[in-house]
């Protein structure tokens, strides 16, 4: 699996951070997948610990996963989101940087819609009706 694949895989879960950001700056799933070289991230049949465990990242994944994770420490979140994979994916440079920023998703817009969409949700949790 390559950074270009995990880019894909953010639009996986629609309600996430990384695909609501995604979605304001991209025309359509099937553009980004044509920048990346790729096409919609597969389901698995299963997420067991022995699918996982033979799982293989190049070294672009391996480095977006720890710009990920560099991403969630700058921001003082104690979990790694989507929006933290790309974060890190935004970070680490290379062609799914430049694919991103070619749409119109630059470092800089994706903190900014990343940063409004974590103020909506908090501001959604403080206003709604406990129970």
């Not at 465990?53 to 391996?62: C, G, H, P, R």
Request: proline letters at 5%; zero cysteines.
């Amino acid at each position: 699996m390559s950074s270009a694949h995990l880019a894909a895989a953010l639009l996986a879960e629609p309600e996430g951070f990384a695909a609501k950001a995604i979605a304001v700056a991209v025309e359509s799933p099937e553009q980004l997948y044509a920048a990346l070289g790729t096409g919609p991230a597969e389901r698995a049949a299963s997420t067991g610990s022995a699918e996982l465990l033979d799982l293989s990242l190049d070294e672009t994944a391996k480095d977006a996963l720890k710009a990920a994770l560099k991403a969630a420490l700058r921001l003082g979140h104690n979990y790694i989101g989507t929006e933290h994979f790309l974060l890190g994916l935004l970070a680490e440079g290379g062609p799914v940087a430049e694919a991103f920023t070619a749409l119109g998703l630059t470092p800089e817009r994706a903190e900014r819609l990343i940063a409004d969409e974590l103020a909506a949700y908090e501001a959604f949790k403080a206003h709604k009706p406990a129970g």
